[in-house]
C-alpha cells in the first residue's frame, strides 16, 4: 500500500517535463497517504530510501542533473530579464554541467540590487518573504501561488513518508514571524499532514517554554540560538525531559554545536535534527545524516562547492561555498542561477559513504559564512571551528558570543568578561590549541554584543513584558 504511494509520489516529484506540477495532484496524493497512515501507521525503515532518488549511481545523477538544468536555464533564457543576458550565448538545450560552470554565480547584492528583473515575465507575484540572516541588507524573494501550493504539499509527502510528521503531531515554531515563506510552508504543510501547529514566533524564551510545557508541542521548530536559550531556561527552572512531551526538535540556519544537542536532547528528551535551508535557494533543502554529513536534496535543485577563492570546483577535503540552483518546476516566480550562498562546507574525502542516507551525496555540515573565516597560519579558522569549541567550554554562556579576527597569524577572540564564569583566558587558548588553532584571547569589559545571532531578533509581546518586569 505505501510501494504504491511511493511511487505515485515519485513519479510526481522526479519524472517532471518542462511543464509546471499540478500542485493539486500531490495535494490528493498528501490525502491519500493520511488516509492510509490512519489504515496502517507507519511507513516502513525502506521508505527512505526509496524517496532519496537516483543519485547513488554517477552516471543516472549527471543524466537526470542535465535535464534538470537544461529546463531550467531554457526558461530563464526565456523568461528572465536578469538571465536573459547571461544566457545569450549559451545553447540552453544542449548545455552541460561543464558548460554550467563557466556562468557566474548570482550572488545576494545581485538580488537586493536587481530582484525585479529575476521575476519571471510568466508567472504573478504573490507574496514576499525577506531573509532573516546576521549579515547585512536583507534580500527580498518573491513567490508565486504556485510555489505557496507546491513547497507545502512537496514537504509534506516526504516528511509523511518518512515518519517525520503525520496526524498526531502538533509542531511548535519558534522561527522568526518574517520568514513568511517558511511559516507558511510548515503551516500548510501540517495542514497536508492531519498534524497541528502552534506558530509562536521568537517571543520571550519563557512564554514558548510555557507552550513546550502544556505538552500538547511534539515538534519543536527553531534557530540553535534560540534553542541554547531555551535551555539555559529550562536549566534555570529545574525542568527535565520527564516535563516535555517533544519527540524532535528541528533546528537550522545557524551553526548547531554538538555540546548544545546533547544538551538539548538531554533536557528535553528528543533527538535534535539538524537541517539546511536558506530562503534565497527555497525549496533546496537539506538533511544532515546519523554521522553529521549534509545531504542536500538533489531532487529539486543542483548543488556545488566552489574553492573559497576563485570559480574552480572545491577538491575533496577542501572548504569551499555553496553554489545552489534550484530546477524549474520547483522554482517558479524568482529563480536564480548558481546562486552563490556564502555558506562554507568541506568537501568529503572520496569514497564511499557510511550513513543512514549514504545513496545521495554528501558535504560537511555548513562551517558558516565565507566572509567570516579568519586566515591563521594555522589555516582557514570558521565559525563551526569557534562555536564548537566555546559552546564545549563549561560556563561558557549559549549562545557562544565572541568578535574573531586574525591577528599575527593567530586567532584573536575578544570575549566579554561577564561571560567567563570563572575560566581564564589561558584555559580558553588552551582549549583551542588542542584543536590546533593559535589563540589570542581578550577580554571585554564593554557590554557590546559582540555577535548578533538569530535568537537576537526576538519579538515582543505584552506578555513577555509582564513576564520580564515580574507583573
Ligand atoms: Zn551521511
Not at 509546471?20 to 492510509?36: C, H, N
Not at 537550522?252 to 539546511?276: H, K, M, N, Q, R
Request: overall charge negative.
Amino acid at each position: 500500500m505505501f510501494e504504491t504511494g511511493i511511487r505515485q509520489a515519485r513519479m510526481a516529484i522526479a519524472t517532471v517535463s518542462g511543464r509546471r506540477i499540478g500542485p493539486q495532484l500531490l495535494e490528493r496524493l498528501a490525502g491519500d497517504l493520511l488516509t492510509t497512515l490512519h489504515e496502517f501507521g507507519a511507513p516502513g525503515d525502506d521508505v527512505g530510501q526509496l524517496l532519496d532518488g537516483p543519485f547513488a549511481d554517477p552516471d543516472a545523477r549527471e543524466h537526470f542533473q542535465t535535464q534538470a538544468i537544461r529546463r531550467t536555464a531554457r526558461r530563464l533564457a526565456a523568461q528572465s530579464r536578469f538571465y536573459r543576458p547571461v544566457l545569450a550565448d549559451v545553447n540552453v538545450r544542449r548545455l552541460t554541467l561543464t558548460q554550467l560552470m563557466t556562468i557566474p554565480p548570482t550572488t545576494k547584492a545581485d538580488l537586493v540590487a536587481r530582484w525585479p528583473d529575476l521575476i519571471c515575465s510568466d508567472v504573478t507575484a504573490c507574496l514576499s518573504t525577506r531573509t532573516t540572516g546576521t549579515t547585512g541588507r536583507p534580500a527580498e524573494i518573491w513567490m508565486s501561488a504556485y510555489e505557496a501550493r507546491l513547497w507545502p504539499a512537496l514537504a509534506a509527502l516526504s516528511s509523511m513518508l518518512r515518519g517525520e510528521v503525520g496526524p498526531g503531531d502538533c509542531l511548535q515554531v519558534n522561527i522568526s514571524s518574517r520568514a513568511t515563506a517558511a511559516v507558511q510552508t510548515v503551516a500548510r504543510m501540517c495542514q497536508l499532514a492531519g498534524a497541528r501547529i502552534r506558530v509562536l514566533g521568537q517571543v520571550p524564551v519563557r512564554q514558548s517554554l510555557d507552550s513546550l510545557l502544556s505538552r500538547e508541542p511534539t515538534q519543536l521548530n527553531c534557530y540553535p540560538s534560540y534553542l541554547a536559550e531555551l535551555v539555559t531556561e529550562a536549566w534555570r527552572q529545574g525542568l527535565s525531559c520527564a516535563d516535555f512531551a517533544l519527540r524532535t526538535i528541528n533546528v537550522g540556519g545557524e551553526i548547531l554545536s554538538a555540546a548544545l544537542a546533547a544538551a538539548a536532547t538531554e533536557t528535553f528528551g528528543a533527538p535534535v535534527v539538524d537541517g539546511f535551508g536558506m530562503t534565497e535557494i527555497l525549496p533546496v533543502s537539506g538533511r544532515v545524516c546519523d554521522v553529521g554529513h549534509l545531504h542536500p536534496d538533489l531532487n529539486t535543485g543542483l548543488v556545488e562547492v566552489l574553492r573559497l577563492n576563485g570559480s574552480a570546483p572545491a577538491a575533496p577535503g577542501e572548504l569551499g561555498r555553496m553554489v545552489v540552483t534550484p530546477y524549474f518546476p520547483y522554482r517558479d516566480c524568482m529563480p536564480v542561477l548558481r546562486y552563490d550562498t556564502g555558506d562554507v562546507v568541506r568537501c568529503l574525502p572520496e569514497g564511499p559513504l557510511n550513513c543512514d542516507l549514504a545513496g545521495t551525496p554528501a558535504v560537511s555540515p555548513v562551517h558558516g559564512k565565507a566572509s567570516h573565516i579568519v586566515d591563521t597560519h594555522c589555516g582557514p579558522v570558521t565559525t563551526r571551528d569557534i562555536v564548537e569549541i566555546l559552546e564545549s567550554l563549561p560556563g561558557l554562556p549559549w549562545p557562544a558570543r565572541y568578535r574573531a579576527k586574525g591577528r599575527d597569524g593567530f586567532l584573536q577572540l575578544t570575549i566579554a568578561a561577564s561571560a567567563l564564569n570563572g575560566l581564564t583566558a589561558a584555559q580558553i587558548q588552551d582549549r583551542f590549541a588542542d584543536h590546533g588553532i593559535d589563540t589570542l584571547v581578550e577580554v571585554s569589559t564593554s557590554d557590546e554584543i559582540l555577535r548578533h545571532v538569530r535568537a537576537d531578533l526576538s519579538e515582543a509581546t505584552f506578555a513577555g513584558a509582564a513576564v520580564t518586569t515580574g507583573a
